[in-house]
């Protein structure tokens, strides 16, 4: 096992690497500088913090094995507490990251996520994988599944064996400072061979479960307090694993003035004309870094009175009345 330690001028680092001579490839991310730089704009409970720094977290470590040029975007509908969780990755590993919650929601510091997202039962996981670069006519991708699980890596690991038939196995953990994450994948395998190197079934198998093992090994109290470069040593020492350069998560928001400007010709002239009627200027703060835009009766009428094509795949942020 060959590992390069040394610092960075980032503090958020994501290492992938494979097993050599296996079916199994890893990551690990430490992202707790972005996840701090999210909590810097917002004040969210504790037991939700935990919820949506997993899901940052997580983020990063399914984009990074994308292949393709865009935005992956993950969300939680609930029926709880908290109504909507979204965390958004491009490319490039810039998140950003938001949750809505029920303005009259108590929450317990040691609630989980059905008791956040899903008492009815009636919770809802999705993900999108958005092009930056679409054809036309293409519509992002989206993958909608119940929300089955206990936590978040519970829900993914459900959801890439459902939607990808990929095992997936995933361990996160997240407080006020700290987000980090192991992923283990089974690489798939075609006319028998798997994609990384000429395995049988059974040999791979019995690999897939050995990594899996080890990775189960790890505590999230550990994952907290131990760095990825450690932990990679403690858990795989034994192991015969590639790791290749590492690449550097970071808080981006893509909120600007032109795609609030299409929020609000979404809402219609009817709505907007009411709230210029009321308070003379239309307000609204992105949810995600609470940058705020204000609209005067010139600007709105500048906006109905464009042709362009309308295409919000997010609300940027709500209306203030």
């Known amino acids: 096992m060959s590992i390069t330690l040394g610092a960075t001028a980032n503090p958020d680092t994501l290492k992938k690497f494979i097993f050599e001579n296996a079916a199994v490839r890893g990551e690990l991310v430490d992202i707790s500088a972005t ?5 810097s704009r917002h004040a969210y409970p504790p037991a939700v913090k935990k919820v949506l720094g997993e899901m940052v977290a997580a983020a990063a470590l399914l984009s990074a094995n994308l292949k393709f040029n865009g935005s992956i975007i993950m969300q939680i509908h609930g029926d709880g507490p908290v109504r909507l969780l979204v965390v958004e990755c491009d490319a490039e590993l810039r998140l950003r990251a938001t949750a809505k919650l029920d303005p009259a929601a108590v929450i317990s510091d040691d609630e989980i996520l059905p008791g956040l997202l899903n008492r009815s039962g009636k919770g809802r996981f999705v993900i999108t994988l958005d ?8 519509q992002p991708y989206q993958g909608i599944v119940p929300l089955d699980g206990d936590d978040v890596a519970t829900v993914i690991e459900n959801y890439m064996l459902r939607s990808e038939q990929l095992d997936t196995k995933l361990w996160l953990a997240a407080d006020d400072n700290v987000a980090r994450g192991l992923l283990l994948q089974k690489l798939p395998h075609h006319g028998g061979k798997a994609e990384a190197a000429p395995l049988s079934e059974e040999d791979a198998l019995e690999t897939w479960n050995r990594a899996v ?4 090994t790890l505590k999230q109290q550990e994952l907290l307090e131990t760095g990825i470069d450690v932990l990679m040593q403690r858990l795989f020492w034994e192991e015969t694993i590639r790791v290749f350069d590492p690449v550097h998560p970071s808080f981006h928001c893509t909120c600007t003035r032109e795609k609030v400007g299409n929020m609000l010709k979404m809402l219609g002239r009817p709505e907007v004309d009411s709230v210029l009627d009321e308070l003379g200027s239309v307000g609204v703060n992105c949810d995600f870094c609470g940058q705020h835009y204000e609209y005067d009766k010139v600007d709105c009428a500048q906006l109905f009175a464009t042709d362009a094509p309308v295409e919000v795949l997010i609300p940027v942020g709500d209306v203030k009345h």
């Open 131 to 138: 092009p930056s670069d679409k054809m036309p006519g293409q």
């Open 35 to 39: 996840w701090r730089d999210v909590l």
């Open 213 to 216: 093992i080890l990775g189960s």
